[in-house]
């Protein structure tokens, strides 16, 4: 099962998001999210969050049209992370996040540190205009045109990267973060390999959709 959750940030356009979104996809908007699905006449199929941010308008127009309003008061989570804990007890295996970055810097790095917690169980990619970002997988392959750009960081600690297809290659080597990183490469071949042998690596790849 896929979900589709739309942060209160800068979300791409509606041409990214329209070829991204599945029928048959679980649609939620995190509390201010939910406005901006309410500005593109998107119908969720639930709004989560403190309710802080979205306004009284939507709230309203949502109900109107049945769809799921869980006002979750405490403050021991984000409103991102209220939507992952609902996707986790509706199965949701596979989750596209949009607007998860922004002009707030804290916002978008703690939106980072919130996907790093659940995606033991869910694969969590954050779509913005140009890019999908995601943690890796211990192997990671892919097609991937020649000469675009491709990024990749340890968070905090990627043990043992080794990557082909890039112009700058690793070879068994620790990306740190605050010591080492892996941005700003470029691809060189159709194909791009990454293996690292430990922590967590996250990688910002174009997904090519606009």
């Known amino acids: ?6 942060l209160n940030g800068k979300l791409p356009s509606r041409k990214v998001i329209k070829k ?7 649609i939620i908007g995190a509390d201010g ?7 593109m006449n998107i119908i969720p199929g ?3 969050g403190d309710m802080d941010s979205i306004s009284t308008d939507s709230i309203a127009f949502f109900r109107k049209s049945g769809v799921k309003v869980l006002h979750l008061r405490e ?3 984000t409103d991102f992370e209220k939507c992952l804990m609902f996707c986790c007890k509706k199965g949701v295996n596979k989750a596209l996040v949009f607007g998860a ?4 810097p804290d916002h978008t790095l703690n939106n980072f540190s919130v996907m790093k917690r659940y995606k033991s169980g869910m694969a ?5 205009e140009e890019y999908e970002i995601f943690f890796a ?9 020649n000469g675009e750009n491709f990024s990749m960081l340890g968070m905090p600690v990627a043990r043992s990267v080794t990557t082909s297809g890039l112009q700058y290659r690793l070879k068994n080597e620790d990306l740190i973060f605050g010591e080492k990183e892996g941005s700003l490469n470029k691809s060189v071949s159709d194909t791009v390999i990454v293996n690292h042998k430990g922590g967590d690596l996250l990688v910002f790849r174009k997904h090519f959709l606009n």
């Open 1 to 6: 099962m896929q979900a589709s959750i739309f």
């Open 137 to 145: 997988e211990k192997h990671l392959e892919f097609s991937y045109p």
């Open 33 to 39: 999210g939910g406005n901006l699905l309410h500005k």
């Open 75 to 77: 403050q021991e989570t």
């Open 20 to 26: 991204l979104l599945e029928a048959d996809s679980l």
């Open 46 to 48: 639930a709004v989560i």
């Open 101 to 104: 970055t922004s002009m707030r």
């Open 124 to 128: 969590i990619s954050l779509i913005t």
